[in-house]
């Protein structure tokens, strides 16, 4: 039984700030790497962000980079994704997801190689 549980989602003006989290139990993240996707209507899913747990290494989107920014509380098994000047571009639901399908040097940025999924947050920038 395992169960990723996303918060903070909410409504925000362009430039504002939004810090999403993601909750895990019956699964220990320090075996997964951990990724934020996400989906605005009509178009594909994509790679936002991810965090190897026992690495610590993190990876961005490009036009993320400068803006998100990924951590993590090992006693509490959570992720958190630091939103700051936010875009209306960057309106979708955001979900978490953990897969065991990473390296030192790599993570996937495929969802089909992702095992686990949150049920996702929805982030609305306004302009």
């Known amino acids: 039984q395992v169960q990723l549980v996303e918060s903070g989602g909410g409504l925000v003006q362009a430039g504002g700030s939004l810090r999403l989290s993601c909750a895990a139990s019956?699964?220990?993240?320090?075996?997964?790497?951990v990724a934020w996707f996400r989906q605005a209507p009509g178009k594909e899913r994509e790679f936002v962000a991810a965090?190897?747990?026992?690495?610590?290494?993190?990876y961005y989107l490009d036009s993320v980079k400068g803006r998100f920014t990924l951590s993590r509380d090992n006693a509490m098994n959570t992720v958190y994704l630091q939103m700051n000047s936010l875009k209306p571009e960057d309106t979708a639901v955001y979900y978490c997801?953990?897969?065991?399908?990473?390296?030192?040097?790599?993570?996937?940025?495929?969802?089909?190689?992702?095992?686990?999924w949150g049920q996702g947050t929805q982030v609305t920038v306004s302009s």
């Open positions: 965090i190897t747990w026992s690495y610590g290494k993190t």
């Open positions: 997801a953990a897969t065991n399908s990473f390296t030192f040097y790599y993570v996937s940025r495929d969802p089909s190689e992702y095992d686990f």
């Open positions: 019956g699964l220990t993240f320090s075996n997964y790497a």
